[in-house]
């Protein structure tokens, strides 16, 4: 079974509506729908905005649906000229970008208690996300997505990010999905299409771009989970 995570209806509508043998449960607060998505067994959740909802979700669901494989999909600002709106950024490691216990002498965006900056994402699945873009004619980008909890819309931030982690795009959930990932020995893999400049304009940019950006992650997650 492979478990699917979005923040917003928005980035799961299509594949809800896709899948087969649907059925819903609640749990923790969350609504959980298992079922068959293009011939495979599949787990769906809406984990709702920013870190402590998608760790809870992404928690709840492996303890409950013990998935093989945490797939955490929706959309992001860009931190790299590399990547534009619809472009897709695939997260082969994931950071806590608002994480900073520095004034004690430690990195920034150590996670403390297991002193990791950085979660590594699952190999397989980021090679073959990178793949199917390719087939696609996708402009695609494999890398860091940083997560934090504030929607980032101001270049000095968005510098200090980049600044920090070298990462390649920034959201709010991604991190926490990859921490609850690790503390189970859960493979996972995030998949951010591109909404927004991150930047001053940002604000702009998501709101009329966000279904563009949420088609192209639905289209290439459907094409993931028949391969995978």
């Known amino acids: 079974m492979i478990g699917i ?4 209806d928005i980035e799961l509508e299509a594949l809800l509506s896709d899948m087969e043998d649907k059925k819903e449960e609640k749990v923790s607060g969350f609504s959980f729908f298992t079922g068959t998505l293009a011939g495979r067994s599949v787990v769906i959740a809406k984990c709702g905005i920013g870190k402590v909802a998608a760790g809870i979700c992404a928690q709840t669901m492996i303890l409950r649906y013990a998935p093989a494989l945490l797939l955490h999909t929706g959309v992001a600002g860009t931190l790299t000229s590399a990547l534009s709106v619809t472009d897709v950024a695939i997260g082969e490691r994931a950071v806590q970008h608002d994480m900073d216990t520095s004034a004690l002498g430690d990195p920034v965006g150590l996670i403390s208690g297991i002193n990791k900056i950085y979660f590594e994402a699952d190999e397989k699945a980021a090679a ?3 793949a199917i873009a390719k087939e696609d004619g996708i402009n695609a980008l494999c890398g860091t997505v940083a997560s934090g909890d504030q929607f980032i ?3 000095t931030v968005k510098d200090r ?3 920090n982690f070298g990462a390649i ?5 991604g991190g926490a999905v990859a921490h ?3 503390l189970n020995g859960t493979p996972f893999i995030i ?3 591109i909404s927004d400049s991150a930047d001053g304009s940002s604000h702009m940019d998501y709101q009329t771009f966000l279904p563009l950006a949420a088609a192209q992650s639905y289209k290439m997650v459907k094409k ?3 391969r995978y």
Request: hydrophobic fraction near 60%; charge should be negative; glycine fraction near 4%.
């Open 128 to 130: 073959l996300f990178l």
């Open 224 to 226: 993931f989970i028949e």
């Open 169 to 173: 795009a920034c959201e709010m959930e």
């Open 191 to 193: 998949l951010r299409a």
């Open 161 to 163: 990010i980049v600044q």
């Open 153 to 155: 819309c101001d270049k």
């Open 5 to 8: 995570l979005g923040a917003m």
């Open 180 to 182: 609850a990932a690790y």
